[in-house]
T-cell receptor, first 113, second 113 residues
Framework: AQSVTQPDIHITVSEGASLELRCNYSYGATPYLFWYVQSPGQGLQLLLKYFSGDTLVQGIKGFEAEFKRSQSSFNLRKPSVHWSDAAEYFCAVGGDSWGKLQFGAGTQVVVTP | GAGVSQSPSNKVTEKGKDVELRCDPISGHTALYWYRQSLGQGLEFLIYFQGNSAPDKSGLPSDRFSAERTGGSVSTLTIQRTQQEDSAVYLC???????????FGSGTRLTVV
């Protein structure tokens, strides 16, 4: 069965500092991996996705993520956060099929001045 | 359309009433997904459509929940005899290609009073 673990429920970071959000997955076949962001009262916006190829993936809003198969991880990073990055971030895993995405519990990011 | 459209955006209903939630996916997207997001439960998969058929209904929590999709486009999620525990945000997503992300709508916030 597929599963996703986001170990950090809540992260506080200063504006301008770097951010790393952790994601570990369990999946029996080739995983498709995603990061989504959700601002209050909004739907989910896709930040980036990994299907194959280069394990360092660039996304929107200056985010990147690195797929490490040996560690079953897909951590999200941003070198310098902005106040507008305050939101909830979800990691998700799916397979190379049309089926559902399995989401992690999410990490709430708070940005302080 | 340009994005996934969900209606209504907010719905307040009395316990025991039936409700219908609508999802209009991106034009041409054959796959459509329903999720539920509630406090403490994260993002729960409900059902997935490929065209008009539903290969995976495993997430529907009870027989009070049903969904249909007609014409390979619009989908309706129906909840009969609503209960307070049905209060949540119901999110719809669609997907056009295997190597694309899942595009989410803004959701319907359902409150059962």
């Amino acid at each position: 069965a597929q599963s996703v673990t986001q170990p950090d429920i809540h992260i506080t970071v200063s504006e301008g500092a770097s951010l790393e959000l952790r994601c570990n997955y369990s999946y029996g076949a080739t995983p498709y991996l995603f990061w989504y962001v959700q601002s209050p009262g909004q739907g989910l916006q896709l930040l980036l996705k990994y299907f194959s190829g280069d394990t360092l993936v660039q996304g929107i809003k200056g985010f990147e993520a690195e797929f490490k198969r040996s560690q079953s991880s897909f951590n999200l990073r941003k070198p310098s956060v902005h106040w507008s990055d305050a939101a909830e971030y979800f990691c998700a895993v799916g397979g190379d099929s049309w089926g559902k995405l399995q989401f992690g519990a999410g990490t709430q990011v708070v940005v302080t001045p | 359309g340009a994005g996934v459209s969900q209606s209504p955006s907010n719905k307040v209903t009395e316990k025991g009433k039936d409700v219908e939630l609508r999802c209009d996916p991106i034009s041409g997207h054959t796959a459509l997904y329903w999720y539920r997001q509630s406090l403490g439960q994260g993002l729960e998969f409900l059902i997935y459509f490929q065209g008009n058929s539903a290969p995976d209904k495993s997430g529907l929590p009870s027989d009070r929940f049903s969904a249909e999709r007609t014409g390979g486009s619009v989908s309706t999620l129906t909840i009969q005899r609503t209960q307070q525990e049905d209060s949540a945000v119901y999110l719809c997503a669609s997907r056009g290609q295997l190597n694309s992300g899942y595009t989410f709508g803004s959701g319907t916030r359902l409150t059962v009073v």
